[in-house]
């Protein structure tokens, strides 16, 4: 029998906190697995203590999750390459403006047939045009990378209610070994190939929650919300099209959890939705808002906004995509938030 696979957790926010139950659960009681868990922590000063001291010994991350505990051999590590280097999968689960960082510090210290498994929401719109978060991973520590996205509120997933789950992962064995790490009878996961679509899915559904969001700060209801929903679904279908270039873009994927569910359960409850709204109802700014409602978590609805605004712009594609235009525009060039209700209103779809 091969030797029980070690498995690192690259990440320990609301998410990685969740995922880190998961996972600790499931080493512990499968031989496929080495039963320690190392989850790399960003230290922060609590009250005058470590966070990586206080998981240690209270097994509870108490900033990004607290009320759970996590199993005791889920080991929180501070330094990122004593956490990373030998691990045989390696489970990224940082708020995609760090992944760069993360990259560079463990770049020739991983493993070279370690496997990758991104849970990372986001794009980056980088010189040479649009690249996922996968890709950067990929292309940084040259290790294959699956993709793991579907509709996942953290906290629910800790409370162990009942979701579903997608991962895209072109290699059928590497996708089920995966599958046996993560998945548990509360949390089922259905296995696909088209990951870059699957992986598009989960960053672009945090740009239509914003606007989910805006619509519910106007106080419009639950029909307009429908119709932004659908409209954002078809964008990011049209996006897709677009920008997926190295395989098919099937429908079909889109209706797996990373697709329409995920992008449901964000319009109605996630944190870029709430913050959108506070965004109409206070005047606030979207920085102001992420700090003060946030508690540290990461907002990442705008921050794609914007990277996928970039992208389009350089193709001069913005028309054929209203509403992730006019996102960005409300949310960093000063546009009314108004002008979210005409652009639903003028929207192609209706021409
Ligand atoms: N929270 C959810 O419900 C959820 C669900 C599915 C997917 N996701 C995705 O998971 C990813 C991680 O989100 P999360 O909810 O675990 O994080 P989070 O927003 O709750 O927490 C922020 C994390 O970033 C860390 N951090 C702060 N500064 C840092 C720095 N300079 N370098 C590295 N790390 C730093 C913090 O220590 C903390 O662990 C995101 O891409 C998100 O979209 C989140």
């Given at each position: 029998m091969n030797a029980p696979k070690k498995v690192c957790v690259v990440g320990s926010g609301n998410w990685g906190s969740a995922v880190a139950k998961i996972i600790g659960d499931n080493a512990a009681h499968?031989?496929?697995?080495?039963?320690t868990v190392k989850m790399w922590v960003y230290e922060e000063n609590i009250n005058g203590r470590k966070l990586t001291e206080i998981i240690n010994t209270e097994h509870e991350n108490v900033k990004y999750l607290p009320g759970h505990k996590l199993p005791t051999n889920v080991l929180a590590v501070p330094d990122l390459v004593e956490a990373a280097g030998e691990a045989d999968v390696l489970v990224f689960v940082v708020p995609h403006q760090f992944i760069g960082n993360v990259c560079d510090t463990i770049e020739g210290k991983v493993k070279k047939d370690a496997l990758g498994l991104s849970l990372i929401k986001g794009v980056d719109a980088g010189s040479d045009g649009l690249r996922l978060i996968s890709d950067i991973i990929r292309e940084k520590l040259g290790i294959d990378v699956a993709v793991l996205m579907g509709a996942n509120i953290a906290n629910e997933v800790a409370d162990g209610k009942f979701c579903e789950s997608t991962i895209g992962c072109k290699n059928k064995e590497r996708a089920l070994l995966l599958k046996e790490l993560m998945e548990n009878p509360n949390f089922r996961i259905t296995v696909v190939e088209e990951s870059d679509v699957v992986e598009m899915c989960g960053a672009l559904k945090n740009v239509v929650a914003v606007g989910a969001g805006f619509c519910d700060g106007l106080g419009y209801g639950d029909n307009t919300k429908a119709a932004v929903i659908r409209l954002g679904l078809m964008e990011m279908v049209a996006f897709a099209c677009t920008f997926c270039t190295s395989g098919p873009v099937s429908s079909a994927t889109f209706l797996e959890s990373c697709g329409v569910a995920d992008l449901i359960t964000t319009c109605y409850g996630g944190r870029n939705q709430r913050v959108a709204k506070a965004f109409v109802t206070t005047g606030k700014s979207i920085e102001e808002l992420e700090k003060e409602m946030l508690n540290g978590q990461k907002l990442q609805g705008p921050a794609t906004a914007a990277e996928v605004y970039y992208v389009l712009q350089r193709k001069e594609l913005l028309n054929k995509f209203p509403l992730f235009t006019t996102i960005y525009q409300i949310c960093y060039q000063g546009h009314p938030v108004r002008e979210f209700i005409s652009c639903l209103q003028n929207h192609p779809e209706h021409k």
């Open positions: 499968n031989p496929k697995f080495d039963s």
